[in-house]
């Protein structure tokens, strides 16, 4: 029997109008169209296992977008600083040249 999530997606006009966009944009990065439908598919009820079947994603990557959503709304789907030694270089000199 599959777990139910504590955490239960509702989302106001403005977001839902903003990720519908978000989902539906082909130039937009791959990462942010899968964490939009993510987000869109939990608000219309879907267990974990189903939008990972459905996206074909781990349940725990859908876990994981489902609570920032929930703890963070919008700005939970962006990217955030990761832990690690900094750059060495600055971007430009980067690559082969």
Known sequence: MPRKSP???????????????MAQK???PYFSVVRAKVVLL???????????????????????WRKRFFE???SGLSDQ???GRPARFPPQNRGGS
């Open 26 to 28: 082909y130039t937009a």
């Open 7 to 21: 955490y239960s997606i509702e989302l106001s006009e403005e977001e839902r109008i903003k990720l519908e966009a």
């Open 72 to 74: 963070q709304r919008l």
């Open 42 to 64: 939990a608000a219309q009820g879907l267990s974990n296992d189903g939008i990972g079947t459905r996206l074909d994603l781990p349940r725990q990557i859908v876990c994981k």
């Open 81 to 83: 600083s990761r832990p």
